[in-house]
């Protein structure tokens, strides 16, 4: 029993009829993020997954935290970074960038944002961005985890100086309120907006779709990246298989076809060979930002208060 | 009806056996759950913190929000009795021209609402909206984006919510004297007279049961405030939604969950109070059944059929739209650009070859199906009981079957986990996560009051002699229940038990945390279809689906509540029941009386 947030566009399929051609019969439950990160913390006392992937690191130490999760070394613990994972129940899939991304051909690259601080603080950008409506998406999150976390300051209200507050108030304050149910590129295709948050893995299918050409812009601090992992369920009763089928699921072989089939950025260094070569160059370019992880985990849950309650208007 | 002594009623076994049934599983499913999550988010480490209180009093956000849900829910209160009123009397009362096409466009709503509709009239009335692009023409200088803030949503939001008097309000019209009006007429008073001085106060019951579901309905508003209302109109669902979901906020999301349910409950309070301040039975004890009425000043008369294929339009525009809609690419959807000639089955196909394919309909037909019959079958004898016995007893455990309109669904959720993850005596020592059953539960708790309320009602709409001359005779109370009363409460039970059906098909809130793994409803696959992460299709699958939802719900309309009218003209040949007059107690809305109604059409969807 599988418990991931990254079983749409077909992947959940794919991952069906890969597992079940090497022996494993795996059932997939979908769910976003934060529900399927909820469903794993209230079944904690009678679980009912054996695995979960996909979620990121903000969702897997939430669970952690409430010590749903088992400690197991996958096999190919040597190929991926420890870093990016907590090095002892979660590890690391599949990196994510959270970007902001514009128009580009309205916007030629020299006129276009430098950071995501230029949105509020320059004019022409003013009411041109598309802000979020809702802090429920871990993208969203990471936006904010991204632009606080350059604000920390033990003595602010949450860990975070009133200069880092005020950039939140601004955000809110300039920006063009998401609409419900219409994506941020079809605003863009019909000229509502011209910028706004994107992770990177979806860029390539909605430029085609709705037939418009975006770049992103990489702030001087770098971007946030969020890291898919994946972790054993504390209190299975299929533990011994599932730690064979976690083995097999982050091996280099299987993670680089599924990142050939689905254009994602494999952690593993081996699987990263085999995925799409504009990816892994768009990714060996890309400056990391960062971010102190327990520092934003420990607050996350108070800032997406604050700002519901305090900024979003 | 008048009110009855505690110790009498407990003498009765039928009363103690329901008692008994219904106080373990108020217990069980009711208290114990929510008190656990209540605790669980209150007191998170045993003790109580204002925290939440101080939190959201000081949001400038949180309480425009609650002010604008608080404002729209009283705005449709007042519009959806007005045009609610107006669409069921040029629909049953009046005679008009094509009364049944127009009845066919305003019973739209019965198959389709959420975030769907909204979008529906977006495409009409929003900046790129057909009707929008019709006026800019004309008038060159209006603003294309008039069509957003508070006037929207309540526009929307009124047409879109009828469908209970369609159905309710209706057929209590059905009920009221004809005798009466005639006499009225033959003494000279006019259409208008006649309206206002009988027909209307007849309804009074049922609009008060319906105006407490109106205001519920603003109360929780969520998705046309999400697409219409813009910058200035946002409401406080989607805000307690992003709280339920986050740990640490939950008593944030608790608390506005509890302030919204509590003034349900004032407003069902208040509703009860002016019910009962009036008379409403008609006087007449050999009843007739009602006659479409002429308007007979013309110029009235040209107006009122005008509006009345005015609104027309305005129902059946945006599901018109919906079914082209779903066969044009996603893209197109989102700019609201659509070009006739790229109009394909492909989302159809995409939707439905899927892997998990039809299983899904059939998982949510089947719960759904469950769901509304045991929670309508159980709640007829419980209906039954507080509605003929009136005291405390009778009066806690009603409010206390209202409880799950205080919490929102996750909440409910959340509790059953947390309550009935370890074997708990409650249920038999059993462990209910995991299992089927525990779905089941939910689904049937999330449904208790608003069939209650709607039973209750139709209950009091018997006429009670019936049932005491049965008892004169030597009928045993069981007796007269199957005989006598269930034959005239069924037409109603059947309208409650689909509407339930309906809105249970594609329930997400509850799902996602009860679901067994293997047996998935519906609304999971829809949620995984339709999310922004699905890309571009999802916005074109969630049309899909709303028109398939539209088929499965348009039959069960068709088949439960167009067959059931037919029941009741067959019935009405039984000896066993005569023709009732129509004689609502205070405080209760009538539903259909038996017989009556045999002359007109009552099924929605024919």
Same mark, same amino acid.
């Given at each position: 029993?599988?418990?991931?947030?990254?079983?749409?566009e077909?992947r959940?399929?794919?991952?069906?009829?890969?597992?079940?051609e090497a022996g494993?019969?795996?059932?997939?439950?979908g769910?976003?993020?934060?529900?399927?990160?909820?469903?794993?913390?209230?079944?904690?006392?009678?679980?009912?997954a054996?695995?979960?992937?996909?979620l990121n690191?903000m969702?897997?130490?939430?669970i952690?935290?409430?010590d749903?999760?088992?400690?197991?070394?996958?096999?190919?613990?040597?190929e991926?970074?420890?870093?990016? *994972?907590? +090095?002892?129940?979660?590890?690391? $899939? &599949?990196?994510?960038?959270i =970007?902001?991304g514009y128009?580009? %051909?309205?916007?030629?690259?020299d006129?276009?944002p430098?950071?995501w601080t230029d949105?509020w603080?320059?004019?022409e950008?003013k009411?041109?961005?598309?802000?979020?409506? *809702?802090? +429920?998406?871990?993208?969203a999150? $990471? &936006?904010?985890?991204?632009? =606080?976390?350059?604000?920390?300051? %033990?003595?602010?209200?949450?860990?975070?100086?009133?200069?880092?507050w005020k950039?939140?108030?601004?955000?809110?304050q300039?920006?063009?309120?998401?609409?419900?149910?219409?994506?941020?590129f079809?605003?863009?295709?019909?000229g509502?907006?011209?910028?706004g948050?994107?992770?990177?893995?979806i860029?390539?299918?909605?430029?085609?779709?709705?037939?418009?050409n975006?770049?992103?812009?990489?702030?001087?601090?770098g971007?946030?990246?969020?890291?898919?992992?994946?972790?054993?369920?504390?209190g299975?009763?299929k533990?011994?298989?599932?730690q064979?089928?976690i083995?097999?699921?982050?091996s280099?072989?299987?993670?680089g076809?599924f990142?050939q089939?689905f254009?994602?950025?494999?952690v593993?260094k081996?699987?990263a060979?085999q995925?799409n070569?504009e990816?892994?160059?768009?990714?060996?370019?890309?400056?990391?930002q960062d971010i102190d992880?327990d520092?934003?985990q420990?607050?996350?849950?108070?800032?997406?208060e604050?700002?519901?309650?305090?900024?979003?208007? | 009806?008048?009110?009855?002594?505690?110790?009498?009623?407990?003498r009765s076994?039928?009363?103690?056996?329901?008692g008994?049934?219904?106080?373990?599983?108020?217990?069980?499913?009711?208290?114990?759950?929510?008190?656990?999550?209540?605790?669980a988010?209150?007191?998170?480490?045993?003790s109580?913190?204002?925290?939440?209180?101080e939190?959201?009093?000081s949001?400038q956000r949180?309480?425009?929000?609650l002010?604008?849900?608080f404002?729209?829910?009283v705005?449709?209160?007042i519009?959806?009795?007005?045009?609610?009123?107006?669409?069921v009397?040029?629909?049953?009362?009046?005679?008009?021209?094509?009364?049944?096409?127009?009845?066919l466009?305003?019973a739209?709503?019965?198959?389709?609402?959420g975030i769907v509709?909204?979008?529906?009239?977006?495409?009409i009335?929003?900046?790129?909206?057909?009707?929008?692009?019709?006026?800019?023409?004309v008038?060159?200088?209006?603003?294309?984006?008039?069509?957003?803030?508070?006037?929207?949503?309540l526009?929307?939001?009124?047409?879109?919510t009828t469908?209970?008097h369609?159905?309710f309000v209706a057929?209590?019209?059905?009920g009221?004297?004809?005798q009466?009006?005639?006499?009225?007429?033959n003494l000279?008073?006019?259409?208008?007279?006649?309206l206002?001085?009988?027909?209307?106060?007849?309804?009074k019951?049922?609009?008060?049961a319906v105006?407490?579901?109106?205001?519920?309905?603003?109360l929780?508003?969520?998705?046309?405030?999400?697409?219409?209302?813009?910058r200035?109109?946002?409401?406080?669902?989607?805000?307690?939604?992003?709280?339920?979901n986050?740990?640490?906020s939950?008593?944030l999301?608790?608390?506005l969950?509890?302030?919204?349910?509590?003034?349900?409950?004032l407003?069902?309070?208040?509703?009860?109070?002016?019910?009962k301040?009036g008379?409403?039975?008609?006087?007449?004890k050999v009843?007739?059944?009602?006659?479409?009425?002429?308007?007979?000043n013309?110029?009235?008369?040209?107006?009122?059929?005008?509006?009345a294929?005015?609104?027309?339009?305005?129902?059946?525009?945006?599901?018109v739209?919906?079914?082209?809609y779903?066969?044009?690419d996603g893209?197109?959807?989102?700019?609201?650009?659509?070009?006739?000639?790229?109009?394909?089955?492909?989302?159809?196909?995409?939707?439905l070859?899927?892997q998990s394919?039809l299983?899904p309909?059939?998982?949510?037909?089947?719960?759904?199906a469950?769901a509304?019959?045991?929670a309508?079958?159980?709640l007829?004898?419980?209906?039954?009981?507080?509605?003929?016995?009136?005291n405390?007893?009778?009066?806690?455990f009603?409010?206390?079957?209202?409880?799950?309109?205080?919490?929102?669904?996750?909440?409910?959720?959340?509790?059953?986990i947390i309550?009935?993850d370890?074997?708990?005596?409650l249920?038999?020592?059993a462990?209910?996560?995991?299992?089927t059953?525990?779905?089941?539960i939910?689904?049937?708790?999330?449904?208790?009051?608003?069939?209650?309320?709607?039973?209750?009602?139709?209950f009091?709409s018997?006429?009670?002699?019936?049932?005491?001359?049965?008892a004169?005779?030597?009928?045993k109370?069981?007796?007269?229940f199957?005989?006598i009363?269930?034959?005239?409460?069924l037409?109603?039970?059947?309208?409650?038990t689909?509407?339930?059906?309906?809105?249970?098909?594609?329930?997400?809130?509850?799902?996602i945390?009860?679901?067994h793994?293997l047996?998935?409803?519906?609304?999971?696959?829809?949620k995984?279809?339709?999310?922004?992460?699905e890309g571009?299709?999802?916005?074109?699958?969630t049309?899909?689906y709303?028109?398939?939802?539209?088929?499965?719900?348009?039959?069960?309309?068709?088949?439960?509540?167009g067959?059931?009218?037919?029941?009741?003209?067959?019935?009405?040949?039984?000896?066993?029941?005569?023709?009732?007059?129509?004689?609502?107690?205070?405080?209760?809305?009538?539903t259909?009386?038996?017989?009556e109604d045999?002359?007109?059409?009552?099924?929605?969807?024919r």
């Open positions: 029993m599988v418990y991931t947030n990254s079983n749409g077909g959940g399929e794919w991952w069906t009829a890969k597992a079940a494993f019969k795996i059932e997939i439950v769910a976003g993020g934060a529900d399927a990160t909820n469903k794993l913390i209230a079944e904690k006392n009678n679980p009912i054996d695995v979960a992937f996909g690191n969702y897997f130490s939430q952690q935290a409430e749903a999760l088992e400690a197991y070394e996958p096999s190919w613990a040597g991926v970074d420890k870093e990016l *994972g907590d +090095g002892e129940t979660y590890w690391p $899939l &599949v990196k994510q960038a =970007l902001l128009n580009s %051909d309205k916007i030629p690259a006129k276009a430098q950071d949105l603080t320059k004019d950008f009411d041109r961005y598309e802000r979020v409506t *809702g802090l +429920g998406t871990a993208t999150q $990471l &936006v904010f985890a991204g632009i =606080l976390s350059r604000y920390q300051d %033990d003595s602010g209200d949450l860990g975070v100086s009133d200069e880092g950039q939140v108030e601004q955000y809110f300039n920006g063009s309120p998401a609409v419900a149910k219409t994506d941020l079809a605003r863009i295709a019909s509502e907006v011209d910028m948050q994107m992770p990177s893995s860029i390539a299918e909605r430029e085609k779709s709705f037939n418009v975006v770049e992103t812009v990489v702030p001087s601090v971007v946030p990246l969020a890291v898919e992992q994946i972790a054993l369920v504390k299975t009763e533990k011994e298989q599932t064979k089928f083995d097999w699921f982050g280099a072989e299987v993670q076809e990142a089939q254009n994602a950025m494999p593993n081996e699987a060979a995925a070569p990816v892994v160059d768009f990714f060996a370019d890309l400056k990391q992880w520092f934003v420990e607050n996350m849950g108070a800032w997406v604050k700002i519901e309650l305090e900024y979003m208007t | 009806m008048s009110s009855t002594a505690v110790r009498a009623m407990v076994p039928f009363v103690l056996i329901v008994a049934v219904l106080t373990w599983f108020i217990a069980a499913f009711l208290v114990w759950p929510n008190i656990n999550v209540l605790i988010t209150f007191f998170p480490d045993g109580f913190s204002g925290r939440a209180a939190k959201l009093f949001s949180a309480m425009k929000a002010g604008n849900s404002l729209l829910a705005a449709l209160s519009t959806v009795n007005l045009v609610g009123v107006f669409i009397l040029v629909t049953h009362y009046f005679r008009i021209r094509g009364s049944r096409i127009l009845f466009g305003y739209s709503t019965f198959i389709y609402g509709l909204a979008a529906g009239y977006k495409f009335y929003g900046d790129k909206g057909i009707v929008t692009s019709l006026l800019v023409k008038f060159p200088g209006m603003d294309p984006a008039w069509f957003s803030g508070f006037f929207a949503v526009v929307v939001m009124t047409f879109a469908t209970n369609m159905l057929n209590a019209l059905k009221v004297d004809y009466t009006i005639e006499a009225a007429r000279g008073a006019s259409t208008w007279t006649i206002r001085r009988i027909v209307l106060p007849m309804l019951p049922t609009l008060f105006t407490i579901l109106s205001f519920l309905t603003g929780g508003a969520l998705s046309a405030p999400q697409v219409l209302g813009g200035d109109f946002q409401t406080i669902t989607p805000m307690i939604l992003t709280f339920t986050s740990p640490t939950r008593d999301a608790a608390l969950a509890v302030i919204l349910g509590l003034a349900t409950i407003m069902l309070a208040v509703m009860s109070r002016l019910e301040g008379t409403y039975f008609s006087v007449s009843s007739s059944a009602l006659q479409k009425q002429d308007i007979t013309p110029v009235a008369n040209v107006v009122v059929h005008a509006v294929y005015l609104l027309f339009a305005v129902y059946t525009l945006p599901v739209l919906i079914v082209l779903s066969f044009a893209a197109a959807i989102q700019t609201g650009e659509l070009a006739f000639g790229s109009l394909t089955l492909e989302n159809y196909q995409r939707v070859t899927q394919g299983r309909f059939i998982v949510s037909v089947v719960y759904s469950l509304a019959l045991i309508v079958g159980g007829l004898f419980v209906a039954r009981l507080l509605q003929k016995y009136k405390w007893v009778a009066s806690v009603e409010y206390l079957l209202h409880i799950p309109w205080i919490l929102p669904s996750a909440l409910l959720a959340l509790g059953l309550s009935y370890h074997p708990n005596p249920v038999g020592g462990v209910l996560t995991g299992t059953v525990i779905l089941l939910a689904f049937v708790t999330v449904k208790i009051p608003f069939t209650l309320r709607m039973l209750k009602a139709s009091a018997v006429n009670s002699s019936l049932e005491e001359a049965a004169i005779m030597g009928a109370t069981l007796y007269v199957r005989r009363l269930l034959p005239l409460v037409p109603a039970a059947a309208a409650i689909a509407l339930n059906f309906n809105s249970l098909l594609d329930d997400y809130d509850t799902a945390f009860l679901a793994p047996v998935q409803p519906l609304g999971l696959v829809i995984a279809n339709t999310d922004g992460a571009v299709d999802g916005v074109a699958n049309f899909v709303t028109v398939l939802l539209m088929v499965i719900t348009g039959v069960t309309m068709y088949l439960v509540y067959r059931s009218s037919r029941e009741r003209s067959r019935k009405k040949k039984l000896p066993a029941v005569p023709p009732a007059s129509q004689v609502p107690g205070p405080g209760l809305p009538g259909p009386v038996a017989g045999a002359a007109q059409p009552a099924a929605p969807v």
